[in-house]
């Protein structure tokens, strides 16, 4: 079970080196990240952010050093009690061979219903897609999706997920200014009572999280509120 402490992440002196590279990704990060607060990841292109992420939903582990999730090793719980604590859009979203319907989906616990899914579309800003149903195929062979658009699917299946952490790797990228904005305010209202944690190397609406950590060259170089940088 997941307890239900302050401290939801305790990065500890995290190193990680990816298999093939002679170069750290990671070196000797320290970070804590507390219950309900939304915390920024900004950085360089190549400095570790993504890096970071994959190590929180543990798709990587440490070398050295160590992940407490709420207290415990994040290595001792199980994968299913992990995946329902969190809901992740990676830096690229993956769209499935399959309809519309089952690619957002995937994201729920409940069956989804017509009017769900076009309302999280709407609100999203793909409507354009909603209109041709639910049933549409997407990916190979099915209709293609611009990038922006397939960003915006995922930011739909975050909308969708009622997990208790959003873990968000640039959910913006491409994104024009405006829709930059509705989205973030679409996330935040979202993240309300939740714990944000969001990958980024824009300062569109920096002033918003409680915690910036700065990351340059697979370091932790500063910490704090944007008023504070
Ligand atoms: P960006 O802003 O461009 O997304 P980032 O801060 O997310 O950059 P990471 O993707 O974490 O940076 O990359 C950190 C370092 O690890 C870089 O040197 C990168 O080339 C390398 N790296 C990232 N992913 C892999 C991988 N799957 N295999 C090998 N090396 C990788
Ligand atoms: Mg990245």
Redesign the pocket.
């Known amino acids: 079970a997941v307890k239900n402490s302050n401290v939801l992440f305790d990065v500890k002196q995290v190193t990680f080196r ?1 298999p ?2 002679s ?1 750290l ?1 990671l070196n000797r990060l320290d970070l804590q990240i507390l219950r309900g607060t939304k915390v920024a990841l900004l ?10 992420l ?1 190590l929180l939903v543990r798709n990587y582990a440490p070398d050295s050093g160590e992940i407490l999730f709420a207290e415990q090793p994040i290595s001792a719980y199980s994968e299913s009690a992990l995946r329902a604590q969190m809901a992740v859009l990676t ?1 690229r979203v993956h769209i499935f061979s399959d309809s519309l319907r089952n690619n957002l989906q995937l994201a729920s616990r409940s069956i989804l219903t017509e009017l769900q899914i076009s309302d999280v579309l709407n609100r999203v800003g793909l409507q354009h897609l909603a209109e041709q149903g639910p049933e549409q195929w997407l990916g190979d062979g099915g209709r293609p999706l611009s990038g922006g658009e397939q960003r915006r699917l995922g930011l739909a299946r975050i909308l969708l997920s009622d997990a208790p952490i959003l873990l968000l ?2 959910p913006t990228e491409g994104l024009d200014r405006e829709t930059e904005r509705r989205m973030l305010r679409l996330i935040f209202e979202h993240a309300k009572e939740k714990t944000l944690i969001m ?1 980024t ?1 824009r300062l569109t609406e920096i002033e918003r999280f409680d915690q910036i950590y700065v ?1 340059d060259d ?1 370091r932790l170089i500063e910490n704090g509120r944007f008023d504070e940088l």
Do not use: F, P
Not at 43 to 52: A, D, I, V
């Open positions: 990816y093939d590279r170069q990704a950085g360089k292109t190549g400095s570790g952010k993504s890096t970071l994959q830096q790797d640039e990958v190397h990351i697979s």
